[in-house]
């Protein structure tokens, strides 16, 4: 037998003793092994030719049992996995794992999540780390401070072949950012990074933005609900004028406003890299709205700008830029999203000529007799639109006027 798992018994020390030479992977997680077990194990390690897998997740293991085993793992060089998780080892323990891994040229894996690390316990660790080329899986979540960044940090350094950074809701700070902007200052392969629901603010964009004018491999950035501001948006549009490969930026549930807006709408006015642009719930009004449509007048490849949640005409503007530059959408639907006049026609200024789509779907919003008056002028110069669906929009008289006078026109379109 080489592989023992033993979580959640009741082996104290003398078991410890019995089983460590015995195995080359050793699970005894959630067992109260005690100071004299991780003795026993340290002595072990110091001599063992055959154990390579260790897991002591939740051992209720301290700053001193954690001394013993950095210790040991100075000489070996079999060890590639070590869990330390759900213990209480605390800054004074990751200062001795920190100290030991500074020569091991052997581990791969080390965990040491939810261990109540704080910053300085971290920064010992990143210390011990400067130099390590092996360890590539390093997990510090569930601690405070630094802790996620700094793991996530010695990971993509070590390894070189991950693509796909997912951080969501890990409390990362601004001042935790920096340690992330390093990654992707330096890496040669990452191409997608979520940070969504953290708390990095203005600030902590600075980081991000000032490493995204020299990255040439992120496509993907997500930034929701971080507390972002114009000024942070501002950060972003100056480092996206020297960055040409970033396509989706994700920005739902900031607070950019007008400003924001306005400065997005003049940096990337002639911007030809980016296709996606989320901007829910960002507190834009009708004056963002109107500079974004003006700012993106000229641009041809953002296909989906996400406006949803936010004030005034800003989902009809939205729309339009969709409309106008997403060359295979062919179905648009629109319904409940309390499109006034004045929204409509920005829709119907693109709709005008357009060449795909065939559906449209404008029920349950505010028209009235003005804004079919728009998309009537519109579709008598379109010859592609087959359906068009209106109801419930307080059209009156006068709007079935329009409507009747289109179908004189253009037999193509059905109304309902």
Request: glycine share 8%; proline share 1%.
């Amino acid at each position: 037998m080489i592989t023992w798992n033993l979580t959640y018994n009741k082996i104290g020390p003398i078991g410890v003793f019995y089983l460590g030479e015995a195995v080359t992977t050793l699970n005894i997680s959630g067992n109260d092994i005690k100071d004299k077990g991780v003795e026993y194990l340290a002595d072990i390690l110091r001599c063992n030719k055959t154990l390579t897998t260790l897991s002591l997740s939740d051992c209720g293991l301290e700053a001193s049992c954690t001394q013993r085993l950095a210790d040991a793992l100075r000489t070996n060089n079999t060890l590639i996995f070590l869990n330390l998780s759900y213990n209480q080892i605390g800054p004074r323990g990751a200062q001795y794992v920190g100290d030991a891994l500074q020569n091991n040229s052997t581990l791969t894996t080390l965990y040491l999540g939810n261990n109540r690390i704080r910053d300085p316990g971290v920064q010992f660790i990143l210390n011990g780390l400067r130099n390590n080329k092996t360890l590539k899986q390093f997990e510090l979540s569930g601690n405070h401070g630094d802790c996620v960044a700094i793991g996530v940090n010695v990971q993509f350094r070590n390894d070189r072949t991950l693509t796909t950074l997912d951080l969501r809701q890990n409390q990362i700070e601004s001042t935790s950012v920096k340690y992330i902007a390093d990654i992707i200052r330096t890496t040669t392969s990452l191409t997608t990074l979520d940070l969504d629901f953290n708390t990095i603010r203005d600030d902590g964009v600075k980081y991000l933005a000032d490493a995204l004018q020299i990255n040439e491999t992120l496509i993907t950035l997500c930034l929701s609900r971080n507390e972002i501001e114009h000024c942070g948006v501002h950060y972003l549009v100056d480092a996206l004028k020297n960055n040409t490969t970033l396509s989706t930026l994700i920005l739902c549930g900031n607070k950019i406003g007008d400003i924001g807006a306005k400065y997005i709408s003049e940096g990337l006015r002639n911007h030809q890299t980016l296709t996606v642009l989320n901007l829910k719930d960002n507190q834009i009004g009708s004056i963002g709205a109107q500079n974004l449509v003006e700012g993106f007048h000229d641009n041809i490849t953002l296909k989906q700008l996400e406006l949803f949640g936010n004030h005034g005409e800003c989902i009809a503007v939205g729309a339009a830029v969709g409309l106008r530059n997403d060359k295979i959408l062919t179905t648009l639907d629109l319904s409940q999203n309390d499109i006034s006049p004045r929204g409509i026609q920005y829709v119907a200024d693109v709709l005008r000529k357009n060449s795909t789509i065939t559906t449209l779907i404008l029920t349950h919003n505010q028209l009235r007799d003005s804004g079919v008056h728009c998309l009537a002028v519109a579709l008598k110069d379109n010859s592609t639109l087959v359906k068009l669906h209106i109801g419930n929009n307080q059209v009156e008289d006068t709007g079935a006027y329009d409507i009747a006078s289109v179908l004189r026109v253009n037999t193509c379109v059905k109304y309902s």
